[in-house]
C-alpha cells in the first residue's frame, strides 16, 4: 500500500526548530520526488519545499528560503524537513505529498502530487 505519514509536529516558541519526517511505504524514493507543503486555517495549501528523486535536487519556497532544509534518506525511505528560526505565521498543518518525476518549475502546485499523508500540526507559539 502506497502511504505518506508525516510526524516531528508540536509547539515551539519562536525562534525554536523542529525536524518533520515522511515516512514512504509501498514505493520508492529513488523514482519519486517529495513534497512539503502547509495550511494554515483560512488559507490556501502552500507548497514550501521539494526534494527531486533523480539528482536530490531541492526547491523552497521565498516564504522558508535559508530557514528550512529538506533532505532524504532512501535507505529509511524517509525524507525530513528541517525547521529553523520558526516564526508564528509559520504555524500550519504540515503536509507531505509524493509525484513520479522530479519536482520541476511546477513544484509548488498541489495538483503535482498524487498521494498525500495525513499532516502534522506545527505551532508557533510563546
Known amino acids: 500500500q502506497v502511504q505518506l505519514v508525516e510526524s516531528g509536529g508540536g509547539l515551539v516558541q519562536p525562534g525554536g526548530s523542529l525536524r518533520l519526517s515522511c515516512a514512504a511505504s509501498?514505493?520508492?524514493?529513488?523514482?519519486?520526488?517529495i513534497g512539503w507543503f502547509r495550511q494554515a486555517p483560512g488559507k490556501e495549501r502552500e507548497g514550501i519545499s521539494c526534494?527531486?528523486?533523480?539528482?536530490?535536487?531541492?526547491y523552497y519556497a521565498n516564504s522558508v528560503k535559508g530557514r528550512f532544509t529538506i533532505s532524504r534518506d532512501n535507505a529509511k525511505s524517509t525524507v525530513y524537513l528541517q525547521m529553523n528560526s520558526l516564526k508564528p505565521e509559520d504555524t500550519a498543518v504540515y503536509y507531505c505529498?509524493?509525484?513520479?518525476?522530479?519536482?520541476?518549475?511546477?513544484?509548488?502546485?498541489?495538483?503535482?502530487?498524487?498521494?498525500w499523508g495525513q499532516g502534522t500540526q506545527v505551532t508557533v507559539s510563546s
Open positions: 526534494i527531486s528523486s533523480s539528482d536530490a535536487s531541492a
Open positions: 509501498g514505493f520508492s524514493l529513488d523514482y519519486n520526488s
Open positions: 505529498a509524493k509525484k513520479t518525476s522530479s519536482c520541476g518549475s511546477y513544484y509548488y502546485s498541489q495538483y503535482e502530487y498524487e498521494i
